[in-house]
């Protein structure tokens, strides 16, 4: 597994670091637009998943709590990660893929270009498919980072990979607003794995 370690710098000399993990393989068809669309995820990568990030998390044992995504796909690894963690669960909403509204559930290749295309020319402001904006889903894991270095202790945040580049992109510009879609990070994290980011609180 692959892990970019990253660092917001804000005053104080405290460090925390968060453990960001996208659920694994979701059970819908290639190609498919599923951002709010509450699916499940393959069990066995899921359980494979958990192996894999049992044995990185085994250094890391001032882990004391655990956020997800109220999803399926995600709810199943936190659940597993949980228990054998012995550590506390929390839902919570602000970790939701992004909303992609009226094109949910619809094949990416069966969306209008002229929607995209307005969503991309329009990318911090633009509700695409009438849900979220990329402004919006930025400003809400911006609260949940100035949440989380409240709290001054390690976390696991299993989500997805919208939230992921979302936390990506305020790290390296420092502000949950975004000039241009060619800003939003190329990379996407792989189903079941993770980043980490270091934060000075």
Known sequence: ???????????????????????????????????????????????????????ALSESSGVKVLFTSPRQRTKQLANLLAQRLNISLVEEELLAEMDFGEWEGHLWEDIPKSAIDLWTEEFNDHPFGGGESTGQLLNRVWLLMENAKRRHEDQIW??????????????????????????WPRETTNFGDWITVDITT
């Open 1 to 55: 597994m692959r892990n970019w370690f990253l660092s917001w710098l804000i005053t104080g000399s405290l460090g925390m670091k968060i453990w960001l993990i996208r659920h694994a393989k979701p059970l819908v068809e290639k190609g498919l637009c599923y951002g709010r669309l509450d699916v499940r995820a393959d069990q066995s990568l899921t359980e494979l998943a958990s192996d894999n990030l049992m044995n």
């Open 158 to 183: 299993v989500t997805h990979a919208g939230v992921i580049k979302a936390v990506q992109f305020i790290m390296n510009n420092g502000e949950p607003y975004i000039k241009s879609a060619a800003d």
